[in-house]
């Protein structure tokens, strides 16, 4: 019965392939669509797309500025924040490695973060060098290097950048509730709106919408909103605004994501494809509404 299922059910054998890495012959336009139907229930239109996340695909497919494989890297993204608005808003960096056996642990401070340079979610965490695994942290690093994340959801921008390895300082703005990220929708350096993750290291990750006047939306993505707490207004964030406007002014469409430690601000990453483009925004209608503000470059 169950092979019969899968029979009847072509996606849900492209998902089982997907996930065990068997598609990677498969061109980006096919394995799009088919990933699009399996993560939002139907077809994309990516000859006429309206919303924000066929807009996404449309962009991974057509808009290939060779800048945004440096902007993706962890590492080489410094770079172009210290030149476009300053190496104040870096995290202080604790070492570059293009291996886990060279990190040198003696010399790292008690507190920081390790973070692979080509991915998303090659993270270890260290609050207390006396209490980390040291094997466990190799062994998940370890696995984000040998893969490329290119071929995860086909976001171009990663296929060229250097699997390395970063330290950075450890960051925490309230003391046992962990780190609030402040994540900007810019759409030809223009905020339209942005989210507030919370909880992300001692609940379940919460995720805040508001609009560029910092009013909470009425809407979620993935995660649900943070009843718990109330989301205030951090003392960096117009400067924040100005920093996201400045740093993707180039682009259709980028993320740019801070930290406010009590007005100072620091910068976290940029991004390109939020979500990669495949996760349902409630209510559906914020899809477009997102989509509208989102101008495809032409030709």
């Not at 924000?52 to 057509?62: A, D, R, V």
């Not at 993706?72 to 056996?101: H, N």
Request: with cysteine.
């Amino acid at each position: 019965m169950k092979i019969r299922h899968l029979i009847l059910n072509p996606i849900k054998i492209f998902s089982i392939l997907r996930r065990r890495g068997f598609l990677r012959w498969m061109p980006d336009s096919l394995y799009l669509k088919l990933c699009f139907k399996e993560k939002i229930g139907r077809w994309p239109d990516l000859k006429n797309p309206k919303t924000f996340n066929e807009k996404i695909q449309w962009l991974k497919l057509h808009d290939r500025n060779p800048l945004y494989t440096q902007l993706v890297d962890k590492y080489e993204v410094r770079k172009y924040i210290a030149e476009t608005i300053g190496e104040k808003y870096l995290i202080p960096l604790l070492g570059a490695w293009d291996s886990f056996d060279e990190i040198d642990f003696d010399k790292l401070p008690n507190q920081f973060v390790l973070k692979c340079t080509h991915d998303s979610g090659g993270l270890v965490i260290c609050k207390d060098k006396s209490k980390l695994d040291i094997e466990a942290a190799k062994k998940k690093i370890n696995q984000c290097l040998q893969r490329n994340y290119y071929y995860t959801w086909r976001e171009w921008p990663y296929k060229n950048v250097k699997p390395r390895i970063i330290a950075e300082e450890y960051m925490e703005d309230e003391p046992g509730k962990g780190l609030k990220d402040y994540k900007f929708f810019c759409f030809n350096g223009a905020v339209k709106a942005l989210f507030v993750a919370t909880d992300r290291e001692i609940h379940q990750t919460k995720f805040d919408f508001f609009d560029p006047e910092f009013n909470h939306l009425p809407m979620k993505q993935h995660y649900p909103n943070n009843e718990e707490r109330e989301i205030k207004r951090p003392a960096g964030f117009e400067e924040m605004k100005l920093l996201a406007s400045k740093l993707t002014s180039k682009f259709p469409h980028c993320r740019a994501d801070f930290y406010d430690m009590g007005g100072k601000v620091y910068f976290g990453e940029l991004t390109f494809s939020h979500f990669s483009g495949f996760e349902p925004m409630e209510p559906m209608e914020w899809d477009d509404k997102f989509g509208s503000w989102l101008t495809l470059p032409k030709g």
